[in-house]
């Protein structure tokens, strides 16, 4: 493995997986010692700073974190320009001297939700990647949440009653406007497993083709429900009509009454979670819920994928 930016990035899902859930039951290897893994935040994080660092930990790996958004200058991203105005140091010469200190790069940037183009051309991780010259980790980039997806993935497999489960992502609302890249990484990851996947949202929430095509859209949220083994619920905000909320819809908000229409199924949320705006408290604290397992697995991804990344040094 190279870099870890999408599903992409690994040539075979159900070994990655495996590999994840042997490390988890049989112990890590401190394959890591000597190295050290850089953790660059344009943007807040509570679990994929956290897991990532105790990943990083039991493999025996030093890390360093930066805060760009609050120790940071803002840095400048496009090519060329003359730097007169608001912005401090090049991501290209900035880039270059993080992968001087470390051996492997974390990169969490969003996007703005307000120019389409230039968040899917995700500019800033894909500079970390050009500049860098190490191996590149994305910790949630504009687009895609890879390290989310392998966590929800390891957390079917680990809790699936039939050979192959019907997994609903729904759509919920939110009173503020989210990327897509939770929805868009889910998606891409699904669509390379052994599971039925069924993406359901309000008109107008249509995910990008470049992620969805091939896959079932029901707009009927009950519908989808139905025969359910997992709900996997999320706001997004619209593609089409780029970084706007066009609905607060409280009647697509997760309830024991929907789960009542499934297979017995279990509930799934990255975190965090708005209670009682996207699921209830019911739903949430009920023992469908792997809200927990789910982030504890947040560890184990990005366990399996620094140690993959370290084997390719
Ligand atoms: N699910 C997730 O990525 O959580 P954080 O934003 O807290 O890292």
């Known amino acids: 493995m190279q870099h870890f930016l999408s599903v992409h990035d690994t040539d075979n899902l159900s070994s990655l997986v495996a590999e994840a859930r042997q490390l988890k039951s049989a112990g890590v290897p401190k394959i890591g010692q000597d ?30 974190v930066m805060n760009v958004d609050k120790d940071g200058w803002k840095l400048e991203t ?13 991501i290209k010469d900035a880039a270059a001297v993080m992968g001087q200190y470390c051996d492997v790069l974390g990169v969490r940037a969003f996007p703005t939700l307000k120019n389409r183009a230039e968040d899917y051309s995700d500019r800033i991780l894909h500079s970390f990647v050009r500049y860098a010259g190490r191996p590149i980790v994305s910790l949630e980039s504009a ?5 989310q997806s392998l966590a929800d993935l390891i957390t079917i497999e680990e809790h699936k009653t039939v050979a192959r ?11 503020r406007a989210l990327p897509q890249a939770v929805p868009n990484s889910f998606v891409e990851w699904m669509k390379e497993a052994d599971v039925d996947l069924v993406v359901t949202h309000p008109q107008g929430y249509e995910l990008s083709e470049d992620f969805t095509k091939g896959v079932t859209i ?9 025969g359910a ?5 999320k706001n997004w905000s619209s593609y089409q009509d780029y ?29 965090p979670v708005r209670r009682n705006v996207i699921v209830t408290d019911a739903v949430l604290d009920s023992p469908q819920s792997l809200i927990l397992p789910e982030a504890e697995n947040r560890t184990w991804s990005a366990t399996v994928v620094l140690k993959r990344l370290l084997e390719s040094l």
């Open 229 to 233: 083994d997992f709900i996997y619920a």
């Open 35 to 64: 190295k050290t893994l850089g953790l660059i935040f344009f943007n807040p994080s509570l679990r994929t700073r956290l897991s990532t660092q105790v990943a990083a930990q039991k493999l025996g790996m030093s890390v360093v």
């Open 165 to 175: 489960p019907k997994v609903v992502l729904t759509w919920a609302p939110h009173p």
């Open 243 to 271: 970084g706007q909320i066009l609905s607060r819809d409280p009647s697509w908000t997760v309830t024991a009454e929907k789960m009542a229409l499934t297979n017995q199924a279990k509930f799934m949320h990255c975190l």
């Open 218 to 226: 029901e707009h009927d949220q009950n519908r989808a429900f139905a």
């Open 78 to 90: 496009a090519e060329g320009v003359v730097m007169d105005g608001d912005t401090a140091e090049h």
């Open 143 to 147: 687009i895609r949440h890879p390290l």
